[in-house]
């Protein structure tokens, strides 16, 4: 069985590479795909726009047009994507997000839209940073109680929401696992004298340059020995090709709000 997959916004930098999966993936078909009003790229064929050449498919501006998918796939940002939701519920399409930098509230807008429809909200996509997610979890329940954490992100000089999604995901999977909230114990960025760190708080420390794709590196430090662990990815192929993975788990997943953890089997 085939997926019929959509992606909205498909002219940026991660739409050529969800094409490029698309395109390629053996369970996929890409049926349509989706740029905003007044965008140069409107009515160009797809395969063009992700530089692998004519495939007879032309971009939209009109999302009528893409009702032939199962599933749509939303790397856009998070005004478009609360926008896209909503289409998504009137017209009962599956939608994986990879957008990042919701708030809390907009969050629980996703998860109401999760009762009337199948929804992942992934801040991270790679099937590596997911098993990523799970380690986290393991580490924080054996050492998290006596080490003092922090978390290092790093991306391209482009990106606009900082800690990133996968950053403050990483952190949350840590507070949730060692009954901490983090909105009361994470810091982000230090500067000046402080004070002797406190060993409740979950730091953060951001880097934005060049064209990183993306690295993350949690540490549990305590005296005398530290342990890290990091995931770097050099392409965005790999977040493209479990968006992949994701759509087609979701295109036979009933209603619900779900994440990469779900796609994975990695929740217990």
């Not at 692998?52 to 478009?80: H, M, N, P």
């Not at 990483?170 to 983090?182: E, S, Y």
Request: some cysteine.
């Amino acid at each position: 069985m085939k997926v019929k997959v959509a992606i909205l916004g498909c002219s940026g930098r991660m739409g050529r590479n969800l094409i490029q999966a698309a395109i390629e993936h053996k369970s996929v078909e890409l049926v349509g795909g989706s740029v905003r009003v007044g965008s140069s790229f409107e009515n160009f064929d797809l395969g063009e726009i992700a530089g692998i050449g004519a495939i007879g498919q032309k971009t939209t501006t009109d999302y009528q047009e893409l009702l032939a998918a199962d599933v749509l796939i939303d790397f856009t940002s998070i005004e478009a994507t609360l926008e896209h939701i909503e289409w998504c519920q009137q017209h009962n399409k599956a939608l994986v997000i990879g957008t990042t930098g919701f708030s809390d509230q907009q969050v629980e807008t996703l998860k109401v839209a999760g009762k009337n429809i199948p929804v992942i909200l992934a801040p991270n996509t790679s099937v590596g940073v997911n098993l990523l997610f799970k380690l986290l979890e393991i580490t924080a329940k054996a050492i998290g109680d006596y080490t003092d954490i922090e978390i290092f992100e790093a991306h391209h000089r482009f990106k606009k929401d900082a800690p990133s999604g996968t950053a403050v995901k990483m952190g949350q999977v840590i507070a949730d696992t060692l009954g901490r909230d983090l909105n009361e114990v994470a810091v982000y960025g230090r500067e000046g004298i402080t004070e002797e760190r406190s060993r409740e708080t979950i730091g953060f420390a951001t880097v934005r340059a060049g064209d990183i794709v993306g690295e993350h590196t949690a540490y549990f430090a305590d005296i005398g020995e530290r342990l890290e662990l990091t995931h770097k990815a050099s392409s965005r192929m790999t977040f493209a090709l479990g968006a992949m993975r994701a759509a087609f788990w979701l295109s036979e997943a009933e209603p619900g709000f779900y994440d990469m953890q779900d796609v994975l089997g990695l929740k217990d």
